[in-house]
C-alpha cells in the first residue's frame, strides 16, 4: 500500500536549520510530483514547497515566505523527497506534510512531522 513517512522534526532555535526527509513507497515515485505542506493550529494547511516529477524535470516552486530559505529535493533512487529549512523563524512552527500527486484520484498524504521554533 502507499505509504509517505516523513522524519527529522523537532525543536530548534530562531535561525538554525532542519532537514526533513519523506520516504515514500507504494507508488511509482518518479511519476508524482511531490510537495511539502504545512498547518500550524487555528491555521489552513498551506503549500511550502514543490517539485515536480521527473518527466517535468524537477522544477521547484515556493511561496514568497520561504523562498531562499527553505529548498526541496528529490531522490527518485531511494524515493524520496527532502526539505532542507533554513534560517528558521518561529512563524515556521507547524506540522509539516509530505504530499505526493499524480491525479485527484492518486494524491497521498503523510501523516507529518512536528517543527517547533522556539528559544
Known amino acids: 500500500q502507499v505509504q509517505l513517512v516523513e522524519s527529522g522534526g523537532g525543536l530548534v532555535q530562531p535561525g538554525g536549520s532542519l532537514r526533513l526527509s519523506c520516504a515514500a513507497s507504494?507508488?511509482?515515485?518518479?511519476?508524482?510530483?511531490m510537495s511539502w505542506y504545512r498547518q500550524a493550529p487555528g491555521k489552513e494547511r498551506e503549500l511550502v514547497a514543490y517539485?515536480?516529477?521527473?518527466?517535468?524535470?524537477?522544477?521547484?516552486n515556493y511561496p514568497d515566505s520561504v523562498e531562499g530559505r527553505f529548498t526541496i529535493s528529490r531522490d527518485n533512487t531511494k524515493n524520496a523527497v527532502y526539505l532542507q529549512m533554513n534560517n528558521l523563524k518561529p512563524e515556521d512552527t507547524a506540522v509539516y506534510y509530505c504530499?505526493?500527486?499524480?491525479?485527484?484520484?492518486?494524491?497521498?498524504w503523510g501523516r507529518g512531522t512536528q517543527v517547533t521554533v522556539s528559544s
Open positions: 504530499n505526493a500527486y499524480y491525479t485527484d484520484y492518486k494524491n497521498y
Open positions: 507504494g507508488f511509482t515515485f518518479s511519476s508524482y510530483n
Open positions: 517539485i515536480s516529477n521527473v518527466a517535468h524535470g524537477g522544477s521547484t
